[in-house]
């Protein structure tokens, strides 16, 4: 059950250009969390809302957060010492439904974390995509090398990996081989594009989505995202309906 | 009466009559914080609330405006949801029977675009069993979220006096803080029949990103709410106090038991916890023991002994 767990800091560390790894432990809370939930995280007094991180990876009672500075909220987290106390919200949302094998993880930027997660979960055979802007940036291909058959990295500049994003290599993957789902984090333009390869081609699609939010819990409304569910056109949360959402039900317009 | 957390304790009475409704204790919960209340139920027992004031409500259900629909500002938040809601009827349909087995007060607040509209959702609330009607005439971020009609004084009479023709069960008119004279509106609600008020609705604002030169809600303006706006929440309520004779449910920017008093020394009866909610989702809760305990070290037995006792200067 969701509820507020005081975590202590066991690691924070800068892993890439503006990104950081935080490692809380807090064993009921690891044994709760599930693939492709988040936290909302409390960042001091001074700011009014929680923060809502994804939940990266959990071993034993250690639970990884992965962020990138944007604002004030993230700032406060990455100056955060070891052994301090964090006052989280978790775990929140539905989750990624774990896929059969084989499946694909194509994920950009800090939309990679979360499908770490999912990929140690999984049983089977996983392929992972990682798109980042550049060399600097890059996270996580040593983690999910240990777990996936197949690691292919894309930078936008070609400075790491294949030069380009992450659709060409998926196409290529997809053309040849059959896979029973795509797991996908990332920026909007990016989970559009994915879609519409993987779904052209029969493959289930789960999207996780990010949006500003308040509460968390689904309460308060704003972190509204259009979709499509059973026909009927909603507004759905992206905190309680989500953050993973069937690529179908996305409106895209 | 077996209830160690709220009316009775320590010989404290924390219940409040209001309009004719008894609550438990003075702590409602804003609408528009709360939905439902299925959410908060996760975490715990509702029926230790005073009250629920459920998600604003209009005649057909509304989609909202699209995100983005909130942004931070300093001690405080932006809103433009849009009046996301499934419809009076899909409320009374889906919702209100998970409520009406919630032992609290169920306050139905609803958003109209005529004079009509608010009259047939307030019959069909009264038929529904709902304990209050809260008439909301101040929603910023909808051309159909009543403000037209909370900014002018014969408006919201207008709309009241229709609201009390369709009610058999106590209305409260909530108001909208975006306006140059809080007390002379109050007065017309009064006027119009209206059993309590209560304010302060959200104020409109916005932000700007620097970077992109773009207002950061899609809407361009928001409603700001939490503790930036409670010492303006808490003026209009001490304002509002000293022009109408019906109880007032004070709200804007509560966050514990001592915004809570505050609120009450200034005149409210009852206190509406809204953004805090978001930040904590055992606010109302504390906010309850809070009262509580500001009560006993003060060796005063009623919470409704505080409304409206500060001492002016």
């Known amino acids: 059950m969701a509820d507020i767990y005081l975590c202590e800091i066991i690691e924070n560390t800068k892993i890439a250009e503006s990104i950081y790894q935080m490692k809380v432990r807090n064993s009921p809370l690891a044994k709760l969390a599930r693939p492709g939930q988040f936290a909302n995280i409390k960042c001091g007094e001074e700011r009014l809302l929680r923060r809502p991180i994804s939940i990266s990876s959990i071993k034993n009672d250690e639970i990884t957060f992965i962020f990138e500075t944007k604002g004030e909220g993230t700032k406060y987290l990455s100056e955060r010492k070891i052994g301090e106390t964090l006052d989280i919200l978790a775990p ?120 500003r939010m308040a509460c968390g819990v689904g309460a308060c409304v ?17 905190c309680k309906d989500g953050p993973v959402f069937p690529a179908e039900q996305i409106r895209w317009d | 009466m077996d209830d160690k957390t709220n009316s009775v304790d320590l010989g404290i009475d924390l219940g409040i009559d209001f309009a004719g409704v008894h609550f438990k204790n003075p702590v409602v919960v804003a609408s528009g914080t709360f939905g439902f209340g299925r959410e908060y139920s996760e975490f715990y027992d509702l029926s230790i609330l005073g009250g629920i004031c459920v998600k604003g409500l209009t005649a057909a259900k509304r989609l909202g405006n699209p ?45 109209g675009n005529t004079v009509e509209e608010y009259a047939s959702m307030a019959e069909k609330l009264s038929d529904a069993a709902v304990d209050m009607i809260e008439v909301n005439v101040s929603c910023p971020n909808v051309k159909e979220g009543g403000i037209q009609f ?58 700007i990103d620097i970077h992109t030169k773009r207002p950061v809600l899609y809407n361009n303006t928001g409603g700001l709410s939490g503790p930036a706006v409670f010492p303006v929440a808490l003026r209009m309520v001490w304002q509002v106090k000293q022009a109408v004779s019906i109880p007032i449910l004070g709200m804007g920017g509560i966050t514990n038991g001592n915004d809570a008093v505050e609120m009450m020394l200034a005149g409210a009866s009852l206190v509406g916890i809204g953004t805090a909610n978001f930040s904590d989702p055992y606010a109302s809760p504390k906010t309850i023991e809070g009262i509580k305990s500001y009560l006993s070290q003060k060796g005063i037995k009623s919470a409704r002994d505080i409304t409206g006792s500060v001492e002016n200067n």
């Open chain 2, 150 to 207: 909370g900014t002018s004084a014969a408006a919201v009479e207008e709309v009241t006096r229709a609201v009390k023709s369709k009610s058999n069960i106590p209305v409260m008119v909530k108001l909208s803080p975006n306006v140059t004279d809080i007390a002379e509106i109050a007065l017309s609600a009064q006027n119009g029949g209206a059993d309590a008020i209560s304010l302060i609705n959200t104020l409109l604002a916005m932000r």
């Open chain 1, 92 to 211: 929140l949302g539905n989750g990624f439904t774990l896929p059969e094998s084989p499946f694909i993880v194509v994920g950009g930027g800090i939309g990679v974390p979360p499908l770490l997660y999912a990929a140690q979960a999984a049983k089977g055979e996983a392929t992972a995509i990682l798109g980042f802007r550049d060399k600097s940036r890059i996270i996580f291909s040593e983690e999910f090398s240990s777990i996936c058959n197949n690691v292919l990295i894309t930078t936008d500049d070609g400075s790491g990996g294949i030069k380009g994003n992450v659709l060409a290599p998926l196409e290529d993957l997809l053309m040849e081989e059959k896979y029973e789902a795509v797991l996908a984090c990332g920026p909007l333009p990016m989970l559009k594009a994915i879609s519409k390869l993987a779904m052209d081609r029969g493959v289930a699609v789960q999207l996780s989505l990010e949006e």
């Open chain 2, 67 to 111: 995100p983005p629909r909130v942004a931070e500002t300093p001690m405080g938040m932006l809103n433009s949801v849009g009046l996301q809601n499934p419809g009076v009827d899909g409320f009374i349909e889906n919702e209100l029977p998970f409520l009406r087995d919630i032992d609290t007060n169920i306050i139905a607040n609803i958003s």
């Open chain 1, 222 to 238: 704003v972190c509204a995202c259009a979709t499509i569910v059973n026909g009927i056109e909603s507004m759905s949360r992206v």
